[in-house]
T-cell receptor, first 113, second 115 residues
């Protein structure tokens, strides 16, 4: 069990650029979640996958945000036309089944200049 | 909707002091309740959980009891150590919902333990 990994750990970009983050869940986990955490706040749910199906995406912050999990393994979160308000920590978590404990990755810290 | 409210920090204690961090929740049905901890420079880690009323979750000397009548899940530890300094998050997940048991977090409470 290597845990949930995320790449990159830090990303600095200029306003208007597109960014993509990757999450590799624990290998046997079929559920994968994305959260956003701003400074001094608790994580905020964005979207989740069960295998390759994105079953909830209404909480994505705007249509600039999109996520994929093409083969039911790793996932990517893309933010298009980044804005300074997108600066935050983006967290990925995975679980084996719905009610099971979610295990979090270390996060990707995004800074938009 | 679901929500979690926890006491604002920072909470500053001396080593070996008793710790309580209050957490109350609003949810439909019977949620599962969690405490996650975030140590400096590290990711979120599950500290303990409880899945039904009157359950007590415990780990590393920390305890929390699921109180349905007061919709609370307060975190306690009898004797804190400097190494317990971290940010603590209370969270819930409904048993059934459309978002696959998404976690709803409180705002976090920073604990600072001085030697």
């Amino acid at each position: 069990d290597t845990g949930v990994s995320q790449d990159p750990r830090h990303k600095i970009t200029k306003r208007g650029q597109n960014v993509t983050f990757r999450c590799d869940p624990i290998s046997e986990h079929n559920r994968l979640y994305w959260y956003r955490q701003t400074l001094g706040q608790g994580p905020e749910f964005l979207t989740y996958f069960q295998n390759e199906a994105q079953l909830e995406k209404s909480r994505l912050l705007s249509d600039r945000f999109s996520a994929e999990r093409p083969k039911g393994s790793f996932s990517t979160l893309e933010i298009q036309r980044t804005e300074q308000g997108d600066s935050a920590m983006y967290l990925c978590a995975s679980s084996l089944r719905g009610p099971d404990t979610q295990y979090f990755g270390p996060g990707t810290r995004l800074t938009v200049l | 909707g679901n929500s979690v409210t926890q006491m604002e920090g920072p909470v500053t204690l001396s080593e070996e002091a008793f710790l309580t961090i209050n957490c109350t929740y609003t949810a439909t049905g019977y949620p599962s309740l969690f405490w996650y901890v975030q140590y400096p420079g590290e990711g979120l880690q599950l500290l303990l959980k409880a899945t039904k009323a009157d359950d007590k979750g415990s780990n590393k000397g920390f305890e929390a009891t699921y109180r349905k009548e007061t919709t609370s899940f307060h975190l306690e530890k009898g004797s804190v150590q400097v190494s317990d300094s971290a940010v603590y998050f209370c969270a819930l997940t409904p048993l059934l919902n459309n978002a696959g048991n998404m976690l709803t977090f409180g705002g976090g409470t920073r604990l600072m333990v001085k030697p």
